[in-house]
């Protein structure tokens, strides 16, 4: 079946430093992406969109990639914080469907 | 706005227990869900409803049931509490189901049953 997916659980990164987190999705139907940011103990929190008539969309220190090509998606976060330290999850959609979750990455921000 | 609620934040059931997960939201979201998130993993969607009558099966329905009856209200119903409903459940919502437009979420309830 088709399928969202993430290629690294786990993330860990030095605190300033860049972070991008990997996304892979296999249906090239899909036309909408979502970016979710769960803190520990908590819901999903919209980070940012893409809509697949996009490329790349940026918001306050994140960027969404996205290569239709090689159906792939990535979150950029600059200057990373502590604060950053979540699970992120990418989500599909396409058009009435509802969207489809991958498993997540663990970002770990070390001070 | 309180956005999307959930009641209550936790809870241990006993095997074969009832109990009804609460959520709500105040934003006049036509579109609800229910997902499950296992430890480590991602989210599973139970159920959804696209407005106030109408509810539909997702990925993993079997040992709940939910109604929407207000357009602000969502609760899921377990009937028989089993060790494998044991995970967090989050409810959301979105205007549509249709067009580019992302889901809150609540906080989550985390069950356990024993």
């Known amino acids: 079946g088709e399928s969202v997916g993430l290629h690294l659980p786990t993330l860990s990164v030095q605190e300033g430093d860049n972070s991008i987190i990997n996304c892979a999705y296999s249906n090239s139907a899909s036309d909408y992406f979502i970016w979710y940011k769960q803190e520990s103990g908590k819901g999903p929190q919209f980070i940012i969109d893409i809509r697949s008539n996009m490329d790349k969309r940026q918001g306050q220190r994140v960027t969404v990639l996205l290569n239709k090509t090689v159906k792939h998606l990535s979150l950029q976060i600059a200057a990373t914080q502590p604060g950053d330290s979540a699970v992120y999850f990418c989500?599909?959609?396409?058009?009435?469907?509802?969207?489809?979750f991958g498993r997540g990455t663990s970002l770990i921000v070390h001070p | 706005n309180a956005g999307v609620t959930q009641t209550p934040k936790f809870r241990i059931l006993k095997i074969g227990q009832s109990m009804t997960l609460q959520c709500a939201q105040d934003?006049?979201?036509?579109?609800m869900y229910w997902y499950r998130q296992d430890p480590g993993m991602g989210l599973k969607l139970i159920y959804y409803?696209?407005?106030?009558?109408?509810?539909d099966k997702g990925e993993v329905p079997n040992g709940y049931n939910v109604s929407r009856s207000t357009t602000e209200d969502f609760p899921l119903r377990l009937e028989l509490a089993a060790p494998s409903q044991t995970s967090v459940y989050f409810c959301a919502s979105s205007t549509s189901g249709t067009g580019y437009n992302e889901q809150f979420f609540g906080p989550g309830t985390r069950l356990t049953v024993l």
């Open positions: 934003m006049n979201h036509n579109y």
């Open positions: 409803s696209v407005g106030a009558g109408i509810t």
């Open positions: 989500a599909e959609k396409r058009g009435s469907y509802i969207p489809t």
